[in-house]
């Protein structure tokens, strides 16, 4: 089921203290923010939070100053970043993050995290005024990662695409996240959930595996 697999991490995360969770559903386009909202508040009245949709403030970043918590879902990243660039949220949410508000994402929640939307799969059916978003950590995310070749893909895979973007930002490192799995940041200290390895794209090195529990200090 939806957002099943992590949403006792989400509550291990977020506590017994946070009520009430401020949504982003921006990323969300074949479907409403309210069906959204309705579909994640399903999920988390399992683990006893509130879902408080941005979408609904008049004043939305009034409501990120106010957040005990802020969870952004995934669906299209670029979209979810033109619309949060529209209405101010990207300075408000990562100085709110910065100050120790929880923040939870799932893959274009994910990618927003990052210093860049650069490393998302999605496609850009909208422009943004940038690609730099909250930069809560310093690496780049891949979601969803695949080591997949399709027998009859002509096209490049995923790995030879993060190699490109490697090629282009030396500086970067990139984490191919796979699916079940997430990173845990508290403090200065990260953890790898999950029980698949992430993959590690570095320029200059060949591609390697960690396994959860695993050093990722090197991240930080």
């Not at 408000?92 to 508000?101: D, I, Q």
Request: charged share 25%.
């Amino acid at each position: 089921p939806y957002l099943d697999y992590p949403k006792n991490n989400i509550k291990e995360f977020l506590g017994t203290k946070i009520k009430k969770t401020l949504f982003i559903p921006f990323a969300a386009v074949t479907f409403s923010f309210d069906e959204y909202a309705r579909k994640v508040q399903e999920r988390f009245d399992e683990i006893g939070y509130i879902v408080d949709s941005i979408h609904r403030h008049s004043d939305p970043v009034k409501a990120v100053q106010e957040a005990e918590a802020i969870v952004v879902g995934g669906g299209n990243t670029f979209q979810l970043t033109k619309m949060m660039q529209e209405q101010g949220l990207i300075e408000a949410v990562r100085n709110k993050v910065l100050s120790g508000t929880p923040y939870v994402g799932w893959s274009a929640g994910s990618n927003v995290a990052c210093p860049t939307i650069r490393t998302t799969n999605d496609m850009p059916i909208v422009e943004p005024k940038s690609f730099n978003v909250f930069n809560l950590v310093k690496f780049q995310i891949n979601p969803h990662y695949l080591d997949a070749n399709p027998d009859g893909h002509a096209g490049e895979t995923r790995e030879q695409r993060i190699e490109e973007f490697i090629e282009a930002n030396k500086n970067v490192i990139v984490v191919g996240l796979r699916e079940g799995c997430m990173f845990l940041v508290e403090g200065n200290t990260i953890q790898l959930i999950g029980k698949k390895p992430a993959r590690i794209f570095k320029y200059g090195q060949a591609a390697y595996e960690i396994e959860p529990g695993g050093d990722f200090s090197f991240l930080m």
